[in-house]
């Protein structure tokens, strides 16, 4: 590789922009609020409430913080960093960030009937997949539900949940 | 009592409180919003939380995301990003536009890869997706026209079936109307119909989306007196109801008021006032006669009633929408446009070029319900074609129903669909008498359709999508049938691969089908007479295309693609001699007569070509990109004489036999290289924004290479051209208005079409108000 070419990508690599920690800090935000408008079988509503993260994402930080304020009714909350398909049983959320969305159908063969909600970051995965799945309506953050995918891992949802975001399994 | 007055009070209190509470968060700004704390936000309700989301808005990150990769519908008839998409597509935003200073949407196509864009006269382009420019070559202008690519406004086809191609200058709408253009490279025909063999171009209008009154105004105006404005208002009624009214006016002269009159026996007469066009008179030795180059009955004044004038048009459209749920809607549009160009001629006449006067209107509804879509048009009013020349002038009357359904079962979408299509000309109107026109009275083309479309997704990776359509059409006993078949594998969000085949066909023409024309050339040189006759039946123009393409994201703010294709295109038609017969059509007229007759010539092209474009986006405020097509194109059975010179070779013919002749030259050559297509067009883009993003400039730079246009009346080179042109433009009032400088082609005069105008430098200045 020539000096040039490496000054080309040493250029792009320096104009990567910094991620915007807003959106992260919402999306955990999101996350804490989905949880007041779902209910989880009671054999789940014991021990700690666990979020599991699937791959590195800026959205543990902030969900920490969370964790660190609030619990989740009379569950403390936990945030777990998911390595392998094996740790996510015993979580109650599972988010997949956008960069590991490849992943998702296994992971959803993994988490069904298993009382877990996944929620995704990235068009269209709530029709396939996901619970829940984050989306950008010109460029401002919202949220796909998927109803049927939810209830079919025995979790209620509130109604006043779809008026909120986007309901697609319609 | 006071327990009572106690509770209300307090109550009152509350609801005070938790209004004001709501106010203030509708009133929050951003950086309000970035003060909270955790605290504050974690006893939020859920709604006001996804309001803050709202109004901290656009991250960085997602700016450069839709700066790179748009939302597009063209390619799958649904939303996906473009890095997505199955096929080769580009799309450019209205903001993209407006920044770059184009005129037009025509202008704006300089910004799209793969497009090869050359202006005629001022404001006048020729516009061709790939190339095929030209075929047959050594013909009429109205070959040089693009029959081959559709062009759409949200769907509805604004074609000229008369002969083919896309008259640009009737369209009603403005850039006011638009949201952004979506381009396919490549056959499109199982989605989107006849001719879209080259490509597809769909102009997506905008939507109200603001709850109050707004209302822009946009205005050009500068040097050859040209004037260029736009008008729009809009509002959302309520929650369901939204309207929208446009206009836009544009004058643009051209820089000189000369007409190209071709090389007319044996002399070279070059570019001639009107005058002199007019007192034009030459000797015929052949008929001992004097002539004019012109037919009697042509009233120059009339046919060019001002030369120095390029384009003048207007246009006026409304839109309303109404959309109850979420998957129900209602859209309907309606518009007005009346226009008058000075561009290359369409019929066969002494100079290149030619007036077009269109006035027309049109009603387009879309019914959404669930995964039905019903969207039914209708345009009508009146072309005239080749102004003031008898029989170009025809009433419009164009119907078009197209009927789809989303079926999902899983990860497989269907969709079924059936389309029909009425184009009806009538030219009676507007002749002098019944026999003298192309069509001599109504006729139209009838067309029906079905199609299928299946979507598969496996394993959110790979893709396969196959489309059927099959059409039938009132002028031919045979079904036609396009395909489009694509195998996409999205390896992760930085690598996208796919590999499409696909096959579409041009429809028939209404004067390939239909012309009886007898040219009576009284007054002019030999033949007498020439009779023009369409016929049914003939071969469509058929492409067959194998795309490979790839799309690579490596950082969050570059991405590159690149697409090559392989197309053959064969049953090429036109217009050629067919008998002559010495002693005129009836043997009492005893003057030659020739038969032209519209038919199939053997012609096959074979293009094959690479496209890339690399979008970079080092900072929000810079937008840079890059873009090309290098492509080559091979003729086969190429007939490399004019349709004059095989009526000559007729002539000779029928004097050595016995005054007739049906003997058409039967030369062909072959491994020909299409010279009227550049082998390399692209361009380069840069946006930059400046003291907080008050001042953008924009630069763009579009360029091909050397190729030539050979007519029947000559051929002629087309150097290569760098057309840059720097926009400049500075926000005030609160945003509120826009002021610009806008200089186009800015490297100077240079002809990019035939027998066309040379393209000079132009200033505009502008100003844009938004309340």
Redesign the interface.
Known sequence: MGIKQLLFLA???L??????A??DK?KA??M??FT??LEWPTQMQQGNFVIGVYGSSPVIAELN??AG??GIGRQKLEIRKINELAELTGCHIVYVP??R??K??QINKVCKNHGIVLISDG?G?AK?YAGLNYI?V?????FEINRQHIENEGIKVNTALFS?G?QVD? | MNKLLHILLLLFIAIFLHAQDKKNIAQFTKDDVLELTYDELLEMPFEDVIELAEIVGVSLEDLIEMLLNKDVVSASKKIETNFEAPLSTSVISYDEIVSSGARSIEEALRLVPGLIVREKTNGNFDIHIRGNDNLPAHHLFVYSENSISLVMIDGRPVYNYVHGGTFWETLPIGLADIDRIEVIRGPSSALYGPNAVSGVVNIITKRQTEEKLSVTGNVQAGAQKTVISDFSVGKKINKYLSFRATSNFETLNRNTDKLYVHRFNKKEWGYLTKQQLDTLRTFSPLENEWFNVFDPHDDINAMYPSPILARQRFGANGYLVYRPKKDVCFDLKGGYQYSQVLSTTMGDNPTSYAGRVSNTQYADFVAMVKGLKVQTNILSGWQDIVRCDTGFKVDILNLNTNLEYDINYGNLNLKPGFAFQLAGYNDLPYLRRADQGFLNGEKSLWTTAISLRADYLIREKIRLIGAIRGEGYNTHNKMYLSYQSVLSYKLNNVHHFRIVASKANRSPFLLDSYADFLWNRDGRPMPGYIQYNGQKNIDLLTMRTIEIGYRIKPVKNVQADIEFFVSKTKNFGALYPDSLNLNGFSNASGRPYVSMLFGNIGLESEQSGVTYNLSWIPDKNIVLRFFGTYQQTSLQNVISFSPDSAIVYMFSAAMSGSGYSTHFPDERDQNINNVSTPEFYGGIVAEFKLFNQKLTLASNLYAYSKHELQTKYGQQQIDEKFVLNLNGSYKLLNNKAKVSLNIRNLLGKKREFAYMDEIGRLFLLGLSITL
């Open positions: 250029a792009i690599v104009c990567i922009p910094r991620v915007n807003q959106d919402f935000l999101f804490y609020n007041k408008y913080i969370i304020k609030r956008e960069a969305t490849d998702l159908s068009p995965l396939s950008k010109n460029g401002k953050l919202n909120l986007i319609q």
